[in-house]
């Protein structure tokens, strides 16, 4: 189940939605409005970053790791 993150087109409230059905309905979670919009956020690849900025983890097909 995919986790979006989406933003209220009345309110400009951005949040994140864990899509249950594809067919289903995204709401804001502050007011209630239909009109959202999904936004295009990083992936989460799940590692940490060493002291000298690299990821110490793999990759994703949106931002594979390179070592050296």
Known sequence: MPNFT???????????YLLMDK???????????KDVEKIITGCNVGGSKSSSGSHAGG???CCPHKNG
């Open 6 to 16: 989406y933003k209220c087109k009345k309110c400009s409230n951005v949040f994140d």
């Open 23 to 33: 067919d289903e309905t995204v709401t804001c979670k502050k007011c209630g409005d």
């Open 59 to 61: 990759g994703c097909a």
